[in-house]
């Protein structure tokens, strides 16, 4: 079986562990973390595959359980996150359903904030309430909205901050005392923040997900997802549900996704300084109604973000007047920014209504954006 190294010096800083945590080499010595394209596992005697069935063991039994290149994966974001366990999976919505399902009975209440990916708001206010599960939807700035829909009690609490796609900014920290009293698990979904902007555990969230399709591949190049949280969370709710019911994720993505987060840091903090550049330009342009980017005086909660997060993060948000034709004439205009469904690339994309900033050089994509803006 391969493990970590147990060996190494540590605590690592931050940018070590994305290089090196959770790196377990094989006999063979390794520099590059190996890929295990294996879906099973052989034993040596029958008796010491009937004790790994059981879990009288600890070893790996079959890839839809658990993998060395998944695990690897996992350990460096655990790392990362902060957590005490981390489980990936096949998507981000993957990683949404089974954090909520795994948590959840019929009779049981959810409360979530209103701002969500299209996805998410469809498990919630679609899927869930089909297998008797009450949910509530609120609008996630407004606390005193929190306070009314948490006093009856609730099993779960879902939320987005910066939600998608209009970059609105929840309290964690309050949300996730006001949950605590409700008897609730709080969900923070923190795909537009990553892990290294904002570290939602840290202001009391119990669950943490991510879509590692964005940022942490940051490339374009394969889909998943991850779920982090305690050690009990993950072995005694998760694990049963994942093994049972298969999301999943590929090795060769895990490895495509581990390889990522190696170089997340720098990539992110461009992404950043790109973002934070064209939201300013934007600001002050003829044309643009609002412009929405946590890290302006003129966002609503820019105050609240500056106390939560590290940095104001990579998308844009602007509404454009004349309404959605205008929109749409003005991304058909561009050149060099795509018209995608993605984000967190290198490649600077957009969609109706955000944008996110990659890592072309930022007076190219304010050039791109200034003569869409003008055709």
């Not at 294996?38 to 009288?56: C, P």
């Not at 694990?239 to 996704?257: D, E, K, Q």
Request: aromatic share 8%; proline share 5%; hydrophobic share 45%.
């Amino acid at each position: 079986m391969t493990t970590p190294d147990k060996t190494r010096p540590g605590p690592w800083r931050r940018q070590t562990e994305l290089v090196r945590g959770g790196t377990a080499r094989s006999a063979f010595g390794e520099t590059s973390e190996a890929i295990f394209m294996t879906s099973g596992y052989v034993y040596d005697t029958a008796e010491q595959a009937e004790a790994a069935f059981k879990g009288d063991i600890e070893r790996f039994v079959y890839s839809r359980y658990a993998n060395p290149t998944v695990s690897m994966f996992e350990e460096r974001l655990r790392l990362l996150e902060g957590a005490e366990a981390c489980r990936a999976t096949a998507s981000g919505m993957a990683a949404v359903f089974a954090a909520l399902i795994c948590q959840l009975k019929a009779g049981d209440r959810v409360v979530a904030a209103r701002a969500l990916f299209g996805s998410c708001h469809y498990i919630i206010a679609e899927i869930l309430p089909r297998f008797g599960i009450e949910t509530v939807l609120i609008d996630g700035t407004d606390l005193e909205a929190w306070r009314q829909a948490l006093a009856p009690g609730a099993a779960c609490v879902f939320l987005e901050t910066p939600s998608n796609p209009t970059l609105e900014i929840i309290d964690l920290a309050a949300v996730a005392e006001l949950a605590r009293r409700a008897g609730a698990s709080l969900i923070v979904d923190n795909v537009f923040a990553t892990p290294l902007l904002q570290r939602p555990m840290a202001f009391g969230a119990d669950v943490v997900v991510y879509s590692a399709t964005k940022h942490i591949d940051g490339q374009g190049r394969c889909l998943g997802g991850a779920i982090l949280g305690s050690q009990d969370f993950v072995e005694e709710r998760l694990v049963p549900i994942m093994r049972h019911t298969g999301p999943a994720i590929s090795p060769f993505n895990a490895w495509i996704l581990l390889k990522g987060l190696e170089t997340l840091e720098p990539r992110v903090a461009r992404h950043c300084a790109n973002a934070k550049a064209v939201a300013a330009f934007l600001e002050d342009r003829p044309g643009v109604r609002r412009t929405l980017y946590p890290g302006l005086a003129s966002h609503p909660q820019a105050e609240l973000a500056r106390r939560q997060m590290d940095d104001s993060g990579t998308l844009v948000a602007f509404e454009l007047e004349g309404g959605k034709g205008r929109a749409f004439r003005f991304l058909n205009a561009l050149k060099l920014v795509d018209i995608s469904n993605n984000l967190g690339d290198s490649k600077s994309l957009i969609t109706h209504p955000a944008m996110s900033i990659g890592l072309e050089d930022v007076e190219d994509i304010k050039d791109d954006v200034a003569q869409a803006l003008s055709a």
